[in-house]
């Protein structure tokens, strides 16, 4: 079992940013895909971003490409999603998942995956 702990969101106003982290505690996920997905109310789950185990491979969402980065600390056992320019549209529970995968696909089968973490963003 792997364990997933999200921080970082909150309330920011449109045109602000805020990053997200996901840790995984006691756990090396070194050789996993990580990802960010997420949820808006009365909308299915997306994919948003994901990365390799090594972070030389990055996919995006297009509704958030050039806006939003992911990568990824191995050492600390922690991705990031820097998310910029942030539009109310991007208001959503972003959730961080995973899964041993060769390729970064964008899907939301993932096999872990964590509580999630509010972000609401203010026109």
């Known amino acids: 079992q792997v364990r997933l702990v999200e921080s970082g969101g909150g309330l920011v106003q449109a045109g602000g940013s805020l990053r997200l982290s996901c840790a995984a505690p006691?756990?090396?996920?070194?050789?996993?895909?990580m990802a960010w997905c997420r949820q808006a109310p009365g909308k299915e789950r997306e994919f948003v971003a994901g990365?390799?185990?090594?972070?030389?491979?990055?996919n995006y969402a297009d509704s958030v490409k050039g806006r939003f980065t992911v990568s990824r600390d191995n050492a600390k056992n922690t991705v990031y999603l820097q998310m910029n320019s942030l539009k109310p549209e991007d208001t959503a529970v972003y959730y961080c998942a995973t899964k041993w995968s060769r390729a970064v696909e964008k899907t939301t089968s993932w096999d872990y995956w964590g509580q999630g973490t509010q972000v609401t963003v203010s026109s």
């Open positions: 990365i390799s185990w090594n972070g030389g491979t990055t």
């Open positions: 006691g756990r090396t996920f070194s050789s996993y895909v």
